[in-house]
């Protein structure tokens, strides 16, 4: 079936270190990939897409290339900042259906 | 533009009480809407979608339910709540093939 999964966290990084949060998907179909971010206490936040395979997402620092051919959309931003401490949930959605398929999330904590 | 409201933010309520929680939403028509449960430290567990008044599917057996009385309105509700319904409860609508997400509710049952 279709599934999503993402490396367990948590992450912690020092402020300005490479960031990569690994994701790969199983679907059936074409799927749409998705990256989220949840903030303490708030819901979640559509951090950037791709609709399809060699697609590269990015916004804010944040990038992810769809990769059919490894089934992947791997999140990663070259210099966090403490204020990119949150968690990061990587989501599949096919548009004829009306599930999306979320991982379980990744916690990131930049240290100053 | 679009909006989406979740209320009550938070709530504390005893095992056994009932449960309703509202989702509207602003700005389009005849959304698909869902319902999520995230507990604590945990990924995201679908509950509930709707594509239409009336129309609710369910994701996981439980002991809550979804009515969706207007065409942007999507209510979770229970009769008995249990410990292990504590959570934070999130809505969301899709628009697009995108799916964005209501502020939550934060719901502890002691």
């Known amino acids: 079936g279709d599934s999503v999964t993402q490396m367990e966290g948590p992450v912690t990084l020092s402020e300005e270190a490479f960031l990569t949060i690994n994701c790969t998907y199983t679907a059936t179909g074409y799927p749409s990939l998705f990256w989220y971010v949840q903030y303490p206490g708030e819901g979640l936040q559509l951090l950037l897409k791709a609709t399809k395979a060699d697609d590269k997402g990015s916004n804010k620092g944040f990038e992810a290339t769809y990769r059919k051919e490894t089934t992947s959309f791997h999140l990663e931003k070259g210099s966090v900042q403490v204020s990119d401490s949150a968690v990061y949930f990587c989501a599949l959605g096919l548009y004829n259906f009306n599930k999306f398929y979320f991982g379980s999330g990744t916690k990131l904590n930049v240290k100053p | 533009s679009q909006t989406i409201h979740q209320w009550p933010a938070t709530l504390v309520q005893p095992v056994g009480s009932p449960l309703s929680l509202e989702c509207t939403v602003e700005?389009?028509?005849?959304?698909?809407l869902y319902w999520y449960r995230q507990a604590a430290g945990r990924g995201l567990q679908l509950l509930f979608y709707s594509v239409g008044i009336g129309q609710i599917s369910s994701e996981v057996p439980q002991n809550l339910s979804a009515s969706r009385p207007q065409d942007r309105q999507f209510i979770l509700s229970s009769k008995k709540l249990l410990l292990s319904d504590s959570g934070f409860y999130l809505c969301?609508?899709?628009?697009?093939?995108?799916?964005?997400f209501g502020p939550g509710t934060r719901l502890t049952v002691t």
């Open positions: 700005g389009t028509s005849n959304p698909n």
């Open positions: 969301a609508w899709r628009v697009r093939g995108e799916q964005y």
